[in-house]
């Protein structure tokens, strides 16, 4: 067989037909999962093509294609043996572009834009030789439809007639690449507004230039020796998939052949800075957000994000890492420069990776452990980059500084949450926290807390005492944080109350959440007698009641579970059950005579004392570092 990297000009612009076999399965791909992903991609290049900038070819996977004997005269045909999912799209892509063009009035790039998807018809015997891309059969109806429509409006139109055709994926990538593609050509008009025509001609420039030279297929073309079948099968179904690890590995050894190492030194670099990747933990499949991913791939994502100092997509990896290596010219960090062989890149990745193995396992580091545990509870991995860089320049020489760092995160993270903040720019973030402390040439605390500070807005700030005492006191936790992350608050101030005269054990497993005043309360704690005569006042408190029984001040951790009966039962017969089945420091409060009663009042009372507590643990780190605390 015979492999090589094509352009999309190369590949679709001479009379060919790559028809997709019976056999294979019909077109499937949808927008989450592929079109978005490719969209996506396609759209940072022409955003760099219309700025300007660097554009350098990219990847959109790989094709196998075996050459059809065709009679004298016919045009060339190949069966698409791998590969018919990405070709179909980028057809359905192209035909966007194709009809953008003719909406605006450029005879020239439809003409261009069609050469890519349909063979001129003087080349042709049959009909169905017209197009570039042949579908497998039942695909081809939509395909037929959406090709033949020239516009969004006109298939809305033939899909009147042919309504069970909306269910089709054909045309759904079409409708999916047209919008986008229609957003993207006029970027700055209103709706109902004209677009720039010169604005539209240049961005029509932008788009058939990266469409024809910048998106990149590997083409395998089968010798008429190769056994199809097989190779489809190894690639589909028998082949071990490659993880990008996989790919970084295979690189950088080849660099390192080619630097002229020796063999013996090659192995060296290997039993000494990659074996360990191979096996367990690094293969393990770990959860992250909804997916599951092997933890060396998890790793090699955060790896990136900070030597390049941005953020990276998981899909990325191997081209990114390859770039990181290769492009001489991109910035790097001056805590941490960019090696300059590929041992250097070996050494590199496996300092890190045994930082990474660090918070896996921190034995030996209570802070870290602990800092660990509660970032689980703010559900977000997008501090690790800058983790990584702090351990790596900190430890193990500087610990106390490396722990006070822990704790400036922490109570950013923590507060935050509490509060009720939005965690969806952490990436950018830290990302910027890593830009910021390497460009002073030192980590510290003091650092951290003043750059994180300073930021404004509910997506950056780091909450005042004043918002998160307020959080803390009044909002309905129990209702707004989910169960593992108001867990992890109430676990943080059973810690904190630990006294001489309590004895410090380590928490419980199976400890769950116990409302105090229970959330089925009608039956054994009545309202007061004088609201009940006002059935508005009574409706009041009623609502009022349903809201701070979730509060902080009515929350506590048991060690069983409670019979339902007594969990709902009257103060007096559930407090001895409750001081029984919590003997927690949470609950040494509800032994004293303030707790004889509990009610609103008593509520809003250990509320605020629990959010003084809080606001110990998790201090505003930015006073201790301003320049009145010095």
Not at 566 to 576: E, T, V, Y
Request: proline share 5%; glycine share 4%.
């Amino acid at each position: 067989m015979e492999a090589n990297a094509r352009h999309l000009e190369r590949i679709f612009d001479h009379t060919v037909q790559y028809q997709i076999p019976l056999f294979q399965r019909p077109y499937v791909w949808e927008e989450e999962k592929n079109w978005k992903p490719l969209w996506e991609d396609i759209r940072r290049l022409l955003d760099l093509q219309v700025e300007g900038g660097s554009v350098h070819p990219h990847f959109l996977g790989a094709v196998v294609l075996e050459q059809v004997r065709t009679a004298a005269g016919s045009i060339e045909t190949r069966q698409v043996i791998d590969g018919q999912q990405r070709f179909t799209t980028i057809q359905l892509f192209l035909a966007g572009c194709r009809d953008h063009a003719k909406r605006l009035g450029s005879e020239k790039f439809q003409d261009r834009f069609g050469d890519l998807i349909a063979n001129h018809k003087n080349k042709i015997d049959h009909e169905d030789e017209t197009y570039k891309v042949w579908p497998t059969n039942s695909d081809r109806p939509a395909y037929r439809l959406v090709q033949a429509s020239g516009s969004l409006a006109e298939l809305e139109q033939k899909l009147k007639s042919k309504p069970e055709m909306r269910a089709s994926k054909i045309v759904g990538a079409y409708q999916y690449f047209y919008a986008q593609l229609a957003d993207w050509l006029a970027p700055d008009a209103e709706e109902g507004e004209a677009t720039d025509e010169a604005s539209s001609q240049d961005r029509l420039e932008a788009l058939w230039c990266v469409a024809k030279g910048c998106l990149q297929v590997v083409v395998i073309d089968l010798d008429k020796d190769d056994e199809t079948q097989v190779i489809f099968e190894t690639m589909n179904a028998l082949g071990e998939p490659l993880l990008p690890a996989d790919l970084i590995k295979n690189y950088l050894f080849r660099r390192a052949s080619a630097e002229k190492l020796s063999e013996e030194d090659v192995e060296k670099l290997y039993d000494e800075h990659w074996a360990g990747f191979e096996a367990e933990p690094w293969r393990a499949e770990v959860k992250q957000g909804r997916n599951f991913r092997p933890l060396v791939d998890i790793f090699v994502n955060h790896f990136l994000s900070l030597v390049t100092m941005d953020e990276v997509r998981s899909t990325h990896l191997f081209s990114e890492f390859r770039r990181y290596v290769e492009d001489a010219n991109r910035p790097t960090l001056n805590l941490l420069a960019r090696p300059n062989s590929a041992a250097g890149h070996l050494e590199q990745l496996d300092r890190y990776a045994q930082i990474y193995l660090q918070f896996a396992q921190p034995k030996g580091h209570p802070r870290l452990a602990t800092f660990l545990a509660r970032l689980t509870a703010v559900d977000t991995t997008t501090v690790y980059p800058f983790l990584m860089f702090a351990y790596g320049h900190l430890m193990p020489d500087d610990q106390v500084e490396f722990d006070a760092v822990l704790e400036v995160l922490e109570s950013f993270l923590m507060r935050r949450m509490v509060c009720g903040l939005t965690a969806k720019n952490y990436n950018r973030l830290f990302i910027d926290l890593v830009k910021a402390v390497d460009k002073s040439k030192a980590i510290s605390a003091a650092q951290v807390a003043t750059w994180l500070s300073k930021n404004s807005g509910d997506s950056m700030r780091f909450p005042s005492d004043e918002d998160f005492e307020t959080a803390a006191v009044t909002r309905p936790l129990y209702n707004t944080l989910r169960q593992y992350k108001l867990r992890s608050v109430l676990e943080a101030l059973e810690a904190y109350l630990q006294t001489s005269k309590s004895e410090a054990v380590p928490l419980p497993a199976g400890l769950t959440i116990e409302h105090v005043m229970p959330q089925e309360w009608k039956e054994h704690w009545p309202l007061s007698a004088e609201v009940m005569t006002d059935p508005g006042k009574a409706q009041e408190a009623a609502s009022r009641r349903d809201v701070i029984l979730n509060t902080l001040g009515n929350l506590t951790l048991v060690t069983g579970s409670l019979n339902p009966a007594l969990s709902n039962a009257a103060w007096q017969d559930k407090r001895p059950e409750l001081l029984k089945y919590s003997r927690l420091n949470l609950s040494r409060y509800f032994h004293d005579k303030e707790a004889d009663v509990w009610n609103e009042q008593a509520i809003a009372k250990r509320s605020s004392e629990l959010a003084m507590a809080l606001l110990a643990i998790w201090p505003d780190v930015a006073k201790r570092f301003s320049p009145e605390a010095a």
